[in-house]
């Protein structure tokens, strides 16, 4: 599948909410937050190379938020006894929580690149 369909296809909320939230919500998410907190915790980025990265994940961040919040309810069957619109819920309210963390994190990792 070429990459313009799957941003697409998720952002319109097309896709499964187990892919979206797992493969890109939260491994991807990890792999992002590594490449960018390991160097500015080693304080190897100046600010506007920390801007530059938080601003290219900002951008992820987004189409991800949007993505998970459209395909919430793309749940095919209960599961562990949970039922389906209760899945789409938890994504929401657990990407919600995600983005207030990814907030404070910036912040912290600002803190850190300036007071070199």
């Known amino acids: ?9 998720y952002w319109r909320g097309d896709g ?15 792999a992002i937050t590594a490449l960018i907190v390991v160097p500015a915790g080693l304080k190897l980025f100046t600010p506007a190379m920390l801007v530059g990265a938080l601003m ?4 992820y ?13 793309n749940v095919s069957t209960d599961a562990f006894g949970v039922r389906r619109q209760a899945w789409g819920r938890l994504a929401r ?3 919600v929580a995600w ?3 990814a907030i404070g994190l910036a912040a912290i990792l600002f ?6």
């Open 1 to 9: 599948m070429p990459y313009a369909s799957l941003v697409g296809r």
């Open 16 to 30: 499964r909410l187990w892919r979206v939230y797992w493969i890109y919500g939260v491994a991807a998410s990890v």
């Open 56 to 59: 290219a994940a900002a951008v």
């Open 61 to 73: 961040i987004q189409w991800l938020v949007v993505s998970i919040w459209r395909c919430a309810h």
């Open 93 to 95: 309210w657990l990407t």
């Open 99 to 101: 983005v207030i963390g």
């Open 111 to 116: 803190h850190i690149v300036v007071t070199k």
